[in-house]
């Protein structure tokens, strides 16, 4: 077990490595366009989180599985370049890290992706796993650990503030929904199928969502902010003025933000404000982790954004 105590965050989920490729036009489909440069990154909602986490200068135990295959060690090196420790991350013999392919369109950092599934056998709720949730007061689980959440909070309770990636529908997210601290999904989420949430505008799907959820709910909004509930009021959270080149991390970037603002002590004003700062900042650069600003950047910043009630 290691030295390390007092973590600010404990981060559970997904590692992948990320193939980026950036051109200035989006190709209709059966269209050839050039290619402007690419790139390869360490992706996957846990694993950014992570060193999103290391790099505002926290506290962070990541763990996840990766396959012991060329993929796998790239993403390793990743991680360990943006301070993210690899002592609790599983490497499976034989095992295939996943991989996702991502197009970015240089003129609005809009991104397109396609992710490999999976198939490395899943986390436990092993002794290591408890451990290191002894030794913090916040745990962030992306959506591939969606069924770790029941878990941690039938063992946890109240000792832990427990933050999810809802990124998309999973099957047992309603158990998700029922436990969670915080759950943080993005405005796309609200139109699942599954929510059955109709036509309705955006502020009537998150009331009606918020109903559904036991803790608190604050949904993202890429460019237009983010929204969430106190106080029986409905607040939005403006993004700062940012020439954004790739939005492929920042919503990994905001729960991770997010997560260590909560291990700071900061409300939830505060901390939807700092993370609205931290993943917009996040986008400057391409492949979602070396734009990540230092925390007193991201301090700055978050204390210029607007915030109003909306309802």
Not at 58 to 77: M, S, T
Not at 188 to 195: G, I, K, R, S, V
Request: aromatic share 8%; net charge neutral.
């Amino acid at each position: 077990m290691s030295n390390l105590k007092n973590i600010d965050v404990l981060v559970i989920g997904r590692s992948c490595l990320d193939y980026i490729a950036v051109v200035d036009q989006f190709p209709r489909e059966n269209q050839k366009v050039p290619l402007t440069f690419h790139l390869t990154e360490g992706g996957g909602q846990g694993g950014t989180a992570a060193c999103c986490i290391a790099t505002l200068g926290g506290r962070v135990a990541y763990v996840g599985k990766l396959g012991d295959d060329p993929e796998g060690r790239a993403c390793l090196n990743r991680l360990k370049r943006f301070g993210v420790s690899g002592e609790y991350i599983d490497i499976v013999k034989g095992g295939k890290t996943p991989v996702a392919y991502a197009l970015i369109t240089r003129s609005t950092g809009d991104r397109t992706i396609v992710y490999e599934p999976n198939r490395l056998p899943k986390l436990e709720l092993n002794d290591t796993l408890i451990q290191l949730m002894d030794q913090t007061q916040v745990v962030l689980i992306d959506p591939e650990v969606t069924y770790l959440g029941r878990e941690i909070k039938s063992l946890k309770g109240a000792a832990i503030k427990l933050v999810y990636d809802c990124e998309r529908w999973r099957e047992g997210i309603e158990d998700i929904f029922a436990v969670a601290d915080y759950v943080v999904p993005s405005a796309e989420f609200l139109d699942a199928d599954e929510l059955n949430l109709g036509h309705a505008s955006l502020k009537e799907k998150i009331l009606r969502l918020s109903k559904r959820v036991q803790g608190n709910l604050i949904v993202t909004h890429g460019e237009n902010g983010a929204y969430y509930l106190a106080e029986n009021h409905l607040y939005h959270v403006a993004v700062p003025d940012v020439k954004a080149v790739d939005t492929i991390g920042a919503g990994d970037n905001f729960h991770a933000a997010f997560a260590l603002a909560l291990a700071n002590g900061f409300d939830l004003h505060r901390a939807v404000a700092f993370s609205v700062a931290v993943a917009s900042m996040s986008c400057r650069e391409y492949g979602g982790r070396k734009g990540v600003p230092t925390m007193n950047a991201a301090l700055e910043v978050a204390r210029g954004l607007a915030v109003r009630i909306v309802g």
